[in-house]
C-alpha cells in the first residue's frame, strides 16, 4: 500500500480507494482515482503513495477522544496507542499529484463557539499494543504533578507534521502528553519506531496547551 509503486498498468488498493494506473503509450501513464486522471510522463521514477496528516478541509488539528477515560497517578506515566485518521498524498517526482481522505470524515469544534477551531475528530479505544489500524498514534501520558489527573481526549497540531510509514500502517510522530495545571501536548516529531520510513525531514511541532 504505502511506498512506492512501478508506472505501469495495475490497481492499487487504498484502504477504501482504488488508484488505477494504465499505461497510455511507452512514455507516458495515466494515473486515475475516482474522478481525478493526471497523465504522468515516465522519468526515472516512481510513484509514491504516502500517509498525510488528517488535515481534510485544511484543518490544524487532530482531537482523538477516548472511548474510555484515563485516570494517571501521580508521578507516573502511561504508553499505549491510539488509532486515528490519515489522509493520502499521492505524488510523482517531487510533486503532489493528488491527494484524498480515506474513511469516514468527522470533524469538531475544540473549544467555545467564539473562540474555538474546527479540528478532526475521531474516537479511539487506548491500547497496549498497536491496533489494527491503518492509521496510529503511540501516545505517552506523562502526569509529573503531585496529584491524580483524568484524560479524556488529546488535541495536537498536525498541520505540516511529518509522518512514519511501513508497507500497511501510518503513524504520526510520538505524542507526549504532560497533565500540568494546563496539559500540555509534544508532537515530537520522532518515529514511534526505528524501523518506520519518514515522509519527508522530520521537524518538532511547537508544543500545544490544552485549554479545554
Known amino acids: 500500500m504505502f511506498g512506492e509503486h512501478?508506472?505501469?498498468?495495475?490497481?492499487?488498493?487504498?484502504?477504501?480507494?482504488?488508484?488505477?494506473?494504465?499505461?497510455?503509450?511507452?512514455?507516458?501513464?495515466?494515473?486515475?482515482?475516482?474522478d481525478v486522471s493526471v497523465l504522468i510522463k515516465r522519468g526515472g521514477e516512481n510513484l509514491l503513495?504516502?500517509?498525510?496528516?488528517?488535515?481534510?478541509?485544511?484543518?490544524k488539528f487532530l482531537m482523538i477522544k477516548?472511548?474510555?477515560?484515563?485516570?494517571?497517578?501521580?508521578?507516573?506515566?502511561?504508553?499505549?496507542y491510539l488509532s486515528a485518521p490519515i489522509d493520502i498524498s499521492v505524488r510523482s517526482g517531487n510533486i503532489e499529484i493528488d491527494r484524498f481522505?480515506?474513511?469516514?470524515?468527522?470533524?469538531?469544534?475544540?473549544?467555545?463557539?467564539?473562540?474555538?477551531?474546527?479540528?478532526r475528530?475521531?474516537?479511539s479505544d487506548f491500547h497496549e499494543k498497536i491496533?489494527?489500524?491503518?492509521?496510529?498514534?503511540?501516545?505517552?501520558?506523562?502526569?509529573?504533578?503531585?496529584?491524580?489527573?483524568l484524560v479524556e481526549k488529546i488535541v495536537f497540531p498536525i498541520r505540516n507534521s511529518v509522518m512514519f510509514y511501513s508497507e500497511d500502517r501510518a503513524y504520526y510522530p510520538?505524542?507526549?502528553?504532560?497533565?500540568?495545571?494546563?496539559?500540555?501536548?509534544n508532537n515530537t516529531g520522532n518515529p514511534p519506531d526505528g524501523t518506520l520510513k519518514p515522509t519527508h525531514e522530520a521537524e518538532p511541532l511547537p508544543n500545544f496547551r490544552m485549554r479545554w
Open 66 to 80: 477516548l472511548s474510555e477515560r484515563i485516570a494517571v497517578p501521580p508521578g507516573e506515566k502511561l504508553t499505549g
Open 6 to 34: 512501478e508506472l505501469k498498468t495495475q490497481f492499487i488498493k487504498i484502504i477504501d480507494k482504488k488508484i488505477h494506473l494504465v499505461e497510455s503509450s511507452e512514455d507516458t501513464v495515466l494515473y486515475r482515482r475516482d
Open 121 to 123: 475528530y475521531h474516537v
Open 49 to 59: 503513495v504516502l500517509p498525510a496528516p488528517a488535515e481534510g478541509y485544511g484543518v
Open 174 to 185: 510520538l505524542i507526549i502528553l504532560t497533565t500540568k495545571e494546563i496539559y500540555e501536548v
Open 101 to 119: 481522505v480515506v474513511g469516514r470524515e468527522k470533524y469538531a469544534l475544540y473549544g467555545e463557539k467564539t473562540i474555538g477551531v474546527i479540528a
Open 131 to 149: 491496533p489494527d489500524s491503518p492509521g496510529i498514534v503511540k501516545l505517552i501520558i506523562n502526569n509529573p504533578t503531585e496529584s491524580w489527573k
